[in-house]
């Protein structure tokens, strides 16, 4: 099955800096790869995606980048924020039988954004 | 719209005991999935369904089942409870298979 690795699992960085976290996958199939934010005792909430027809996409601060040929993105937060702080999770989705499809998810970085 | 909301928030079982966990969304989505969340961990898929009547395993299904009789609503089964089976689970869904996934609260689930 598909596996995704992250990294770092933790990122310390000071305000206004940019952090970049890092994963790769291992099923070529994989076509979709979201990025989520969990704050502490809440759900996980998307913050950005990017279908494998797409090398990079932009939303205001936040960036992904996707290399299918080494299998593997990146998640880019420029001018970080001290309400940046939390644990993002990269995902990975292929396509099953029946039309469905699965989310393989890294382990997360908890990423620290210092006054 | 009140989204994908879960029920109950905080469990605690006994090894041997059984209960089911409640998903219900309101989104008129077709695809729902249970997660499990280990602390410190990423989301495990437990298992999905892509509509009423059809569901499939995930990563881990092992003591868990599902059923799928509306569109709205996606229990998971816990049938005699492990210490292993302690964990927050997120239940899911999406309008299609490639689409954001919304995610409930949680069910955060303790087994002593």
């Known amino acids: 099955g598909e596996n995704v690795e992250q990294h770092p699992s933790t990122l310390s960085v000071q305000e206004g800096d940019s952090a970049v976290i890092k994963c790769t996958y291992s099923?070529?199939?994989?076509?979709?790869f979201p990025w989520y934010k969990q704050e502490l005792g809440k759900r996980p909430q998307l913050i950005i995606d990017i279908r494998s027809n797409v090398g990079e996409k932009k939303d205001q601060r936040i960036a992904v980048t996707l290399n299918k040929t080494a299998k593997h993105f990146s998640l880019h937060i420029t001018e970080t924020q001290p309400e940046d702080s939390a644990v993002y999770f990269c995902a990975a989705s292929i396509r099953v039988t029946g039309g469905g499809n699965k989310l393989t998810f890294g382990t997360g970085t908890q990423l620290k954004v210092e006054l | 719209n009140a989204g994908v909301t879960q029920t109950p928030k905080f469990r605690i079982l006994k090894i041997g005991q059984s209960m089911t966990l409640q998903c219900a969304q309101d989104m008129n989505h077709n695809y729902m999935y249970w997660y499990r969340q280990d602390p410190g961990m990423g989301l495990k898929l437990i298992y999905y369904?892509?509509?009423?009547?059809?569901?499939d395993k995930g990563e881990v299904p092992n003591g868990y089942n599902v059923s799928r009789s509306t569109t709205e609503d996606f229990p998971l089964r816990l049938e005699l409870a492990a210490p292993s089976q302690t964990s927050v689970y997120f239940c899911?869904?999406?309008?299609?298979?490639?689409?954001?996934?919304?995610f409930g609260p949680g069910t955060r689930l303790t087994v002593l």
């Open positions: 369904s892509v509509g009423a009547g059809i569901t």
């Open positions: 899911a869904s999406s309008y299609a298979g490639y689409n954001e996934q919304f």
């Open positions: 099923d070529s199939a994989s076509n979709y």
